[in-house]
């Protein structure tokens, strides 16, 4: 017959062998002095809770967890239990405060920005359209580029909103109707604050990096980044 607890071969038909017999014993006597004893208070407990009020966040909460777990597991009545849990509870509202925290840091700031610049695009669009209305009412007709709108003459003709050429009468041009400074190379026309393209001095070209422009619907281009939030504000207002 063999020993249940080790697998010895043993004589007699008790369930186990003397060693582990006196194992077993031992054991019992071990549990017998220490529910004699007073309860001991578990340190780790203890620590993780100090901790915890210090701002220990996740060590203050791995340390709750293992005195939870060696209080279980002890053989010895322990104490701290409470300490234990509340230092846990401190700990994961310390991490969530610390998780918000940085968001606000680092995501909010850009947030902030990219709704700085969709603003200052929606107003840069608004302030073109309405140029562009004032030159119509005035002329009777559309500009043929955005450069019409801060010339400081009139301009020999413009289009209808079919793209054919019209007719401007003499003294009708009440223009410039953007202010001559700042903008795009000094003109006075609004930048598309999406657009990454550098000035080069060539009004046009510059103008066309920055907006589609045809018979008085004006869109803002394409900034060509990555982000979809960028290429989803090129309307016309």
């Known amino acids: 017959m063999r020993c249940q607890q080790c697998g010895t071969e043993i004589e007699n038909e008790t369930p186990g062998c003397a060693f582990c017999a006196g194992k077993a014993q031992k054991r019992a006597n071990q549990y017998l002095n220490y529910a004699a004893e007073p309860p001991e208070l578990n340190r780790n407990a203890l620590i993780a809770f100090v901790l915890s009020l210090l701002g220990g966040g996740i060590i203050s909460l791995v340390l709750g967890g293992l005195s939870l777990k060696q209080m279980k597991q002890s053989p010895r009545p322990q104490t701290g239990s409470g300490l234990a849990y509340t230092a846990i509870i401190i700990s994961v509202m ?3 405060l610390g998780c918000a925290f940085l968001y606000d840091y680092y995501a909010q ?20 359209q309405t140029a562009l209305e004032h030159f119509q009412m005035d002329t009777g007709a559309y500009p043929r580029t955005l450069e019409d709108l801060v010339a400081k003459t009139a301009p020999v003709a413009g289009v209808d909103i079919n793209g054919n050429a019209a007719t401007i009468l003499t003294g009708s041009y009440k223009g410039p109707y953007l202010t001559r400074r700042g903008g795009i190379d000094n003109s006075g026309i609004p930048d598309n604050p999406y657009c990454q393209t550098r000035t080069t001095g060539n009004l046009s070209a510059d103008l066309a990096a920055h907006w589609h422009y045809a018979n008085g619907i004006i869109n803002a281009v394409s900034s060509g980044t990555t982000n979809t ?5 090129v309307q016309s207002l």
Not at 112 to 118: G, I, L, N, T, V
Not at 229 to 233: G, L, M, R, S, Y
């Open 94 to 96: 310390e991490v969530l």
């Open 229 to 233: 939030d960028d290429n989803a504000q």
């Open 109 to 128: 700031p850009q947030v902030s920005a990219d709704k700085a610049r969709e603003a200052r695009l929606q107003g840069n669009l608004q302030a073109i």
